[in-house]
């Protein structure tokens, strides 16, 4: 069973830029969430989705947006990139949203 | 302020030295799960405890769940080099959607 895929692993953007990351959770999961990794932060909850609908959401602004397909895979989406943006953004899936979650390898992202 | 404390924050040890890995919280959790992350890697999943006061064995590692289910602790026995790396807990606050609280982490080295 292959595991959850994010691309693309690595990103470089200049600020005010938008991006878009990608997310493809185990087949037959439900729920995709994604979080932000700093070094001062550490792991930070951005958003779940289920069912092509956000049923949670962290504290972050609303530059930072996501939506799920009808396969669940899910995209998360930056607008007006910050140098604070940089981050490592993890994806992480599960079956139905409550229990056991699965990471993806991540995608570094770097603002200049 | 965090609202799940690790400790220690960092900890250096030898090869076949015992440690134990502290998580604390003043909060309940439906449930908490112990993930280890390696560098540029996103957090794998080692354990999920759910009822208070639950003990799960896995190999040399002993995860145990407080009885309040405010805190837990993950104790390595006869650590291995392998085992080097950031050890995370995380708490599920609801029982409703996937929206973990993430410690700060405690980065384990394990000198051969």
């Known amino acids: 069973k292959a595991g959850v895929t994010q691309t693309p692993r690595y990103l470089i953007k200049t600020r005010g830029q938008q991006v878009t990351l990608s997310c493809s959770p185990i087949?037959?999961?439900?729920?995709v969430s994604w979080y932000q990794q700093t070094p001062g932060q550490g792991l930070q909850f951005l958003f779940e989705?289920?069912?092509?609908?956000?049923?949670n959401k962290g504290n972050f602004p609303g530059r930072f947006s996501g939506r799920q397909f009808s396969n669940s895979r899910s995209e998360m989406n930056v607008s007006t990139l910050e140098l604070g943006d940089s981050a490592l953004y993890l994806c992480?899936?599960?079956?139905?949203?409550?229990?056991?979650?699965?990471f993806g390898q991540g995608t570094r992202l770097t603002v200049v | 302020t965090q609202l799940l404390e690790q400790s220690p924050q960092f900890l250096s040890i030898q090869e076949g030295e015992n440690l134990t890995v502290y998580c604390n919280s003043s909060?309940?959790?439906?449930?908490l799960q112990w993930y280890r992350q390696e560098p540029g890697e996103g957090p794998v999943l080692l354990v999920t405890?759910?009822?208070?006061?639950e003990v799960k064995k896995l190999k040399r590692l002993t995860f145990q769940f407080g009885d309040a289910r405010k805190d837990s602790s993950l104790h390595i026995t006869a650590a291995q080099p392998g085992d080097t790396g950031l050890y995370l807990c995380?708490?599920?606050?609801?029982?409703?959607?996937?929206?973990?609280?993430f410690g700060p982490g405690t980065r384990l080295s394990v000198l051969p």
């Open positions: 992480a899936s599960s079956l139905e949203g409550i229990g056991e979650a699965f």
């Open positions: 087949s037959g999961h439900r729920s």
């Open positions: 989705y289920f069912s092509e609908t956000q049923r």
């Open positions: 909060s309940v959790f439906s449930s």
């Open positions: 405890v759910v009822t208070g006061g």
């Open positions: 995380a708490g599920s606050l609801s029982n409703y959607g996937q929206n973990f609280v």
